[in-house]
């Protein structure tokens, strides 16, 4: 098993910025792994993806403002989010694909004020 710990979520105001970090338990080096969000009253969505070498996939409502990264020295992931709308608002979540079997972690708020 691995555990997926998010954190970096909090309070910012519209057009402000943070950075979200996924912290695995296990080894995340040959593993793809994502960003998802969930709005109050909304489904689960993505937001970002990136594989084991690092190619990049994102949502059309955040590309250009979001950066996904990894370090596998660390074992953590990354979400840089810039230029915050107050759609933006959701728990964030992050999964991975390990040994074949998809993990998620507790998920993060995150709040943009208008």
């Known amino acids: 098993q691995v555990q997926l710990v998010e954190s970096g979520g909090g309070l910012v105001q519209a057009g402000g910025s943070l950075r979200l970090s996924c912290a695995a338990s296990?080894?995340?080096?040959?593993?793809?792994m994502g960003w998802y969000r969930q709005a109050p009253g909304k489904e689960r969505e993505l937001v970002s993806t990136?594989?084991?070498?690092?190619?990049?996939n994102y949502a059309d409502s955040v590309k250009g403002r979001f950066t996904i990264s990894r370090d596998n020295a660390k074992n953590t992931m990354y979400l840089q989010m810039n230029s915050l709308k107050p759609e933006d608002t959701a728990v964030y979540f992050c999964?991975?694909?390990?040994?074949?079997?998809?993990?998620w972690g507790q998920g993060t708020q995150v709040t943009v004020s208008s």
């Open positions: 999964n991975i694909l390990w040994l074949g079997r998809l993990y």
């Open positions: 990136i594989t084991s070498d690092a190619s990049t």
């Open positions: 296990r080894s995340i080096f040959s593993s793809a």
